[in-house]
């Protein structure tokens, strides 16, 4: 964190929404900045350098989706968007120019800080700015060796296939975060199978199988439905 | 390049048989019982059959039988349903005949209508009964009938030219040939002449008579052998068939066809009905052809119209015809056959041997030997064949007559006049010119009245030239005596050579004539083509149609076309003669009829379907001006081109109709799609805000009181409600506009249920889910959002009205995936037993008035979401307590082949 007190910046037009919003994260500590249209959203971001951006993805002056390509010009710093719309594809297109986690309107203070929280745990900017990973993590009873290519749950050694571990290693890098099939694809298998979802679909359903209680009722390994999935560490 | 041996089944005869069996199946099944003569038992036969097949329980109903009063055929009638026959009135008297509407009504599974040569009474639907019985077996029943060999048409000649007694009812043989079941009914001569003198076959009072005009036993014996030699014909066809079928000999041969020749004098009939068993024989495609030379162009009207009915009986026994033009007849029509790949010429015997053979030349069979040496030719002998021909159309020929005899008058009359002004005109150079110039000027004259008028008046002409130069020019003048010889040759010279110019210019304005109809019809047919192209109305096209068949064929035309509902429109302003319901015949039967058709032939109008490509588009009707245009073949095939071209058009605007309805329909979807996404919109900010307020208040600092935060509670709580049910309602406004668009993809079902679940925690607020999925469950094809909105319809329902634990059960088949959700609560309310179904029906609870908040329109979504992935939804009551929901999706094999390394 560059702040002795985190800062966020709320972009939503929205008075009502961005008055709860700001009250919620000033009583989690954060100083919180407003902005009701994309260019004076674009403005605060750039001359506050926040640690969190929550964006409105229908902006009167703009479309959401610009702010997020423009933001990631720039910084990696996370953000939450917030979306009136149930269709997956805009999710899945914010997620993919950038954002980190989506709320569907309506949504609860409770939901709103939990994805807060999820995003900022996430270790930073792994492997983008050379700092190396943390070789350990853990979630529920498992732990990931990273650097002894090692997975265990409940302190047995779990065996799993190349692209399993890769698998689960790309989710661990990003825990917290959802990840569209896109991105998931990618850093698996490569830029060539894109659009071979039901790859993902049985190697998931392999992991949890073998690192989940019961892998119909994950605890850790969810599923976006129709937009990927999310590594829940909290 | 290697020859392939005759072992492949030619797929034009492949394709008609497929054809001929679509149609079969639909069609009802004809059986006929075919006799030699009058007597043999048909009707007996037929009689007996119906009675088997009614005690085997089938329908069968008599439409028609003629008993001849022979009892015991009567007999036979006892316990067999029948039809009572139609009431006609005719001039004054009351006829009884079949009542083909009764019959078509009744739907018999077996219909007998026996005597399939008899003419219908004037005025009935068809002229023909076997065009009833047609009619019968295109509406599906089963019909059998009876006939003798002498009914048919191509034996009628043959026949007649045996017993020296004509029938003037007969049957295509075509009915015949298309017969599913052809069964012969076989008595000896001697046997048929002991029933004869028993008074079995025709009331005693007619007995006599009829044995010695026809029951001679030489004509039965001949008979005999023709009806048996026919039977054979057809059980050959058979085994063809069958044969071809099976493909277990190659039995399809390349042979050519025939093509018969129709000439101008008598006897054409008879070339025509042998071309035509000919054909049937050798099971191959026949043609008839008339070529209409410059002489056979004045013949009188009555002349002309025998070739036409001849060209017409042709065409009912199943050639195509062609009407061509040409100075040498044997050439044209040998250039035919080679066109048509024909190998078999059949013409008729020339009526005038002897002396007149070498004034006329060689005869026709000569001159087509020598011009196509590698044809058959076969030479039909004479047959007296009165049979009468078509006389619908010959009202108007005498009209006709009158109009080419005053045009003729008016041509000789200006060779007179013609002749009278050259010698007035000559008269004066006759100081300046020699004799011989003045002979140029008589000459000119006769060539002019040979190009404006023909061959007629040209001779007039020229002998009146001759005289004229004779009598006023050479010495002694005004006298036809001629002082010097030599003056002979100059008139035989002027004669033959006005004569000759006379044949010659006939010959080519005739030509001239031709082509200029021809041109004229191609550009009629290419203009039409033109402004049909323009039409975007079927208005236009009506009118554009209307006009074209009025250039084409005078008189009056109109043009039906069909509304929305494929009903036809009748006419605005209906003309006096015009008959609507013979023009939705017409549409209906996809068939011509009226004026020169078989059907309803008595009719003022000739009424043709619109054929198009997918479907009749509506019905053309002429009043021609001339009626026997009707009958030349030129002139229907270009009524048919005109016909198909307004057809084509009608379809073409009535697809731009319905693309137009398409790109509205696009747009209005478009619109509601933006309008929901609006409400969507504007609904969910202001909840956002209300529950998120409401969530705010609760970690207020310092805290609420208990009751406030009570109250901040329920206000978070029922603003959800409210999102849950704006979420239903616009999902449901979604999935009723029609089109759901399905997003399906290989989803792995125990995802859908995990994350079903997670979204449930709400609604199912701690109470526990129980899985029951198989380790290998596949991969499955559906709508993962939608999929899941339906499991957490169903949970949310589970926690609403039954008891935990809830249970989630997967299962595969083959070919189906089995999703069930159940609880452990009271079940469904007794009161739905046995109507289940209607919990899926829009705002519809379990109970009627109830605390449990909701609307019911989560399981309708449900119900609309497996629909659209054509499953099934159920509801019951499990064993051991608790309802049970039920899905069932179809599945297939997922995609096999995952890459483990890459």
Known sequence: ?234 | MASFPDSRPDPDELLDRLRGEEEKARRGRLRIYFGASAGVGKTYAMLSAAQRERKAGRDVLVGVVETHGRSETLELLAGLAQLPLREVAYRGRTLTEFDLDAALARKPAVLLVDELAHSNVEGSRHAKRWQDVHELLEAGIDVWSAVNVQHLESLNGTVGAITGIRVHETVPDTVLDGADEIILVDVTPDELMARLKAGKVYMPQQAERAAQNFFRKGNLIALREIALRRTAEHVEDDVRSYRVEKSITPVWNTEGAILACIGPREGAEQTVRTAARLAGQLNVRWHAAYVETPRLQLLEVASRDRILAVIQLAEELGAATAVLTGGDAAAALVAQAQQLNCATLVVGRPQRPGWRALWRGPSMTRRLAMLAPTLDIVEVGHADSARRLARAVQRSAEEDEAAVWRGKLAGYAWAAAASAAITVLAHPLLNFFDLANIVMLFLLGTVLVALKFGRGPAALAAFLNVAAFDYFFVAPRLSFAVSDVQYLVTFGVMLVVGLLTGQLTAGLRFQARIAASRERRAQSLFELARDLSAALLSEQVVELGEAAAQRNFGGQALVLATDGHDQLLPPAKPPADFDASVADWVFRNEQPAGLATATLSAQAWHYLPLKAPMRVRGVLAVKPAQARWLLIPEQVQQLETLARQVAIALERVHYVDVAQQAVVQMESEKLRNMLLAAISHDVRTPLTALIGLADSLQRTAPPLSEEQSQAARAIAGEARHLSALVNNLLDMARLQSGAVNLRSDWQSVEEIVGSAIRQAQHALAGRAVVTALPADLPLVEFDAALMERVLVNLLENAAKYGQPPIEVRAEVTDTALLLAVRDHGPGLPAALKGREQELFEKFTRGEAESATPGVGLGLAICQAVVQAHRGQIVASNAAGGGAEFGITLPRRPPPQGLPETV
């Open chain 1, 1 to 234: 964190m560059s702040h002795p007190v985190p800062v966020a910046v709320v972009i939503e037009d929205e008075p009502q929404i961005r008055r709860f919003v700001r009250a919620a994260l000033e009583a989690e500590g954060w100083q919180v900045f407003e902005a009701d249209t994309a260019q004076r959203g674009l403005t605060e971001a750039g001359t506050r350098k926040p640690d969190l951006l929550v964006l409105d993805l229908g902006l009167p002056d703009g479309d959401g989706l610009d702010v997020i390509r423009d933001v990631r010009g720039w910084s990696a710093v996370p953000i939450v968007v917030l979306s009136a719309r149930t269709d997956e594809a805009d999710k899945i297109a914010a997620l993919d120019a950038g954002a980190d986690d989506y709320l569907t309107k309506p949504f609860g203070v409770g939901e709103l800080l939990a994805r807060v929280r999820a995003n900022l745990r996430r270790p930073r900017g792994a492997g983008a700015d050379g700092t190396p990973e943390e070789p350990l993590f853990s979630f529920g009873e498992v732990e990931v060796d990273r650097q002894a290519r090692l997975v265990r749950r409940a302190g047995a050694e779990v065996h799993l296939t190349p692209i399993e571990y890769r698998l689960l290693t790309v989710l661990v890098s990003h825990a917290g975060r959802v990840l569209t099939h896109r991105q998931l694809l990618r850093e698996v298998w490569g830029p060539s199978h894109a659009g071979q979802n039901h790859y993902l679909r049985i190697y998931m359903g392999h992991l949890r199988q073998k690192l989940e209680a019961d892998p119909a009722q994950p605890k850790h390994l969810l599923t976006e439905t129709a937009v990927g999935y999310r590594l829940w560490v909290g």
